[in-house]
């Protein structure tokens, strides 16, 4: 099956600053999402992006489907952007999403 | 609209024991889908329903495990006899034609 791979696996920041989470995969795919599950525990979808670029306030995500890899840019930082980061993939139509471990998130203020 | 709706929040329950958990899909979605999450194995889709329907139950473990999706509007997973390595938080969602995926709550299963 697809594979998926996320790096880095676990990111410190100051808030204010500035990252990129990288998901990779292994084949074509007609699905991509990404996943921010906060500390308590809840999934909240931040984009369906299986190609192209789309924004929301601090948060972008690039995917180039061709290379097999998508980008989530995380500008300025806050305290309440701490959790995990998931990204998933589907790579045939009507089928579920496979997910990646994850990047694990800390912000200090 | 509310969500999903997850219950219960948390299960704890002993060894052995039948353990139902429930699931609410946002109304109009027409997939459902349960994954279980673990330390060591991380999201692990266990099955999925398309408009009622199971399409892949490939990821369900063993024959202890089963669900079912009698309406649309309501999803059970059920566990027997379950065991303590059965322990994880069961989450649902749902989506509309494969694309944005909504996740409820989960439910925090701890068998002793």
Known sequence: GIQVEQSPPDLILQEGANSTLRCNFSDSVNNLQWFHQNPWGQLINLFYIPSGTKQNGRLSATTVATERYSLLYISSSQTTDSGVYFCAVGNQAGTALIFGKGTTLSVSS | ?112
């Open chain 2, 1 to 112: 609209d509310a969500g999903v709706i997850q219950s219960p929040r948390h299960e704890v329950t002993e060894m052995g024991q039948e353990v139902t958990l429930r699931c609410k899909p946002i109304s109009g979605h027409d997939y459902l889908f349960w994954y279980r999450q673990t330390m060591m194995r991380g999201l692990e889709l266990l099955i999925y329903f398309n408009n009622n329907v199971p399409i892949d139950d490939s990821g369900m473990p063993e024959d202890r495990f089963s669900a079912k999706m009698p309406n649309a509007s309501f999803s059970t997973l059920k566990i027997q006899p379950s065991e303590p390595r059965d322990s994880a938080v069961y989450f649902c969602a749902s989506s509309l034609n494969g694309d944005g995926y909504t996740f409820g709550s989960g439910t925090r299963l701890t068998v002793v």
